[in-house]
């Protein structure tokens, strides 16, 4: 179940970034593609791609061991890149919309249950060390749309390691009740729209070096280890 959660979590990471790419192409206004965070007096975009990296760091967060956690999710880092960069945004598109309203269909109680666990494992972070990433992940964000375009990998990486360094001190018993509530969301899932979801998905995957794809989920099943999410 573990390794489903972990490829689910995967596609949707990717298609976030993808998202931003597809953002910073577009002339179109974001409808709620991000919420403005402001830092300081200057209200500023904190993309898709910023908000999953921060996720994955969050999932980083409980262990004592913190280089050990850097090391995992600078490595999700860097085998997710070449993936992100392969994928035409246009491509992605079509299978992240079909994703939100497949999480939209969950179990509301489910949803509720996951917010709040998600909400409890970030309040347990040190306050001052989630600010200071918050600022690394709004500036790395603001630098990437102010070129079109995503962010370097080397930037991506700095924004693991100040995330995940931040992060480590969250409460490990509360990253493992955002596991356990991703997983009970994932079973409610409506499964009509699971399987048209998963067969779009497929088709994207197709378009992924099957090397590349079992490098990134090997990655982040490291990850969520390293975390105490299994």
């Known amino acids: 179940m573990m390794k489903a959660v972990a490829s ?5 990471a990717l298609g976030g970034v993808s998202e931003v790419a597809a953002y910073t192409t577009s002339t179109t206004p974001p409808r709620a593609r991000a919420a403005p965070l402001k830092m300081g007096t200057s209200p500023q975009w904190v ?15 409980a262990q004592p061991a913190y280089a050990t ?13 070449p993936i992100v960069t392969s994928l035409p945004p246009k491509d992605v598109a079509p299978v992240l919309s079909k994703a ?11 949803l509720v249950n996951l917010i709040r666990a998600a909400d409890a494992a970030l309040l347990s972070t040190d306050p001052k060390a989630l600010v200071a990433a918050l600022k690394v992940v709004d500036a ?21 390691k100040v995330a995940s360094s931040a992060l480590a001190t969250a409460d490990k018993a509360k990253v493992k009740e955002v596991a356990n509530a991703v997983i009970s969301l994932t079973g409610s899932l409506d499964k009509f729209q699971l399987l048209a979801t998963t ?11 099957p090397q590349d794809a079992a490098a990134a ?9 390293e975390a105490g999410a299994q």
């Open 69 to 81: 956690i850097e090391e995992a999710a600078i490595k999700v880092v860097d085998t997710t890149y």
């Open 47 to 61: 993309g898709p791609a910023a908000a999953s990296a921060a996720a994955a760091a969050l999932l980083s967060s």
């Open 199 to 209: 067969a779009d998905g497929a088709k994207l995957a197709s378009k992924v070096n």
């Open 100 to 110: 939100i309203k497949l999480g939209l269909s969950a179990d509301p109680k489910a």
């Open 8 to 12: 689910v979590v995967l596609a949707l």
């Open 217 to 225: 989920t090997s990655a982040l099943l490291e990850l969520l280890k």
């Open 140 to 160: 790395t964000a603001e630098k990437a749309l102010a070129k079109s375009a995503l962010p370097p990998l080397a930037d991506v990486e700095g924004v693991a």
